[in-house]
């Protein structure tokens, strides 16, 4: 899904979305790099790979390698995301300089 390739920043959200990066890139091709806030902090999604599995369904890779399903909406340049656990949290596209 060529709409959700870029680079997105996390919005303030709830404390269960601390363990995601603070700035997701999504690159052509599914890999993907997550940065977090400091530098060497842990986040649950670090280097791997995504896609899209079906409609409002994304997969994927975590730091431990195992792949996980997210549900996922875009709402123009706001990508919202929902864990297994049911934690949601949202991405605004990054402005490109």
Do not use: I
Request: charged share 30%.
């Amino acid at each position: 899904m060529d709409e959700l390739v870029g680079t997105w920043e996390k919005r303030a959200g709830p404390a269960c979305a601390a363990r995601y990066p603070r700035t997701l890139s999504l690159l052509p091709g599914g890999h993907y790099r997550g940065q977090a806030d400091a530098p060497g902090e842990y986040t649950h999604w670090d280097v791997g790979t995504w896609r899209v599995v079906g409609p409002g369904e994304l997969a994927v890779s975590t730091a431990n390698d195992a792949v996980r399903r997210y549900g996922f909406r875009l709402d123009g340049d706001r990508l919202l995301v929902r864990d297994e656990q049911g934690c949601e949290f949202a991405y605004d596209r990054a402005e490109v300089a």
